[in-house]
């Protein structure tokens, strides 16, 4: 069941701990099936070392385990009220990387001063409110601050960011994360200035327009 998308989601998981955006089995990556609506995430406590494709897990969208041996990720229902609310979210990756929930850890936003990150996301990163532990209120505040973007800190977590894909959505906090960290050590030598939204979005539609394969083709002369 599923095998393309689990194979996905468990690479994906794979890539947090070999980019420093986990330690332990802290963290998880999901991915969303566009024809059935099963989701596939990574086992609950389970060292991402110990992670294949066997041991994801799919569940449906109220949480009832379809397929697997363990216990999903404490986190499915966050994963599943986001994919409730936002039909264009495929993928959803959550960690707890250093310099990005260190921003979360203050509730402050990180500032969009970087274009690498705008031309991904397309804006700064919010901070939510403080949400208590448990789907409900996690995912509502994740849904209230992302306001139809694609990554959120949570004031006193950690990050989640969504995507098109797990692919992309682990793309966006890898990339997030590297933002953070040059955004913390620029604020340490003293004020930095952000883009303007004008310029964010300038930056993000070229972006979108030219970057990668699917960009628009160039003739060299």
Request: glycine fraction near 10%; proline fraction near 5%; aromatic fraction near 6%.
């Amino acid at each position: 069941m599923l095998e393309a998308l689990k194979e996905e989601v468990c690479a994906q998981n794979h890539e947090l701990p070999n980019n420093g955006l986990v330690v332990g089995s802290g963290g998880n990556v999901s991915g969303r099936d566009p024809e059935t609506g099963l989701v596939v995430i990574k086992p609950s406590g389970v060292k991402f070392a110990k992670l294949t494709p066997e041991t994801m897990v799919v569940v449906d969208p109220d949480g009832a385990v379809i397929e697997g041996e363990m216990r999903p990720s404490v986190d499915t229902g966050i994963h599943l009220y986001i994919y409730k609310q936002r039909a264009d979210v495929f993928g959803i990756t959550h960690t707890h990387s250093p310099y990005a929930s260190s921003f979360a850890a203050r509730g402050e936003r990180i500032p969009a001063v970087l274009t690498p990150i705008t031309h991904m996301l397309g804006r700064d990163i919010p901070c939510s409110r403080y949400a208590t532990p448990g789907e409900v209120d996690t995912g509502q505040a994740i849904i209230d601050a992302a306001d139809g973007g694609w990554a959120v800190l949570v004031k006193a977590h950690g990050v989640f960011t969504m995507g098109a894909s797990a692919s992309e959505a682990t793309s966006f906090a890898m990339y997030l994360e590297e933002a953070a960290m040059t955004t913390h050590l620029a604020m340490t030598r003293g004020p930095v200035e952000e883009l303007s939204d004008q310029e964010i979005d300038r930056c993000y539609n070229w972006f979108r327009k030219n970057y990668g394969q699917a960009g628009e083709k160039k003739v060299n002369s």
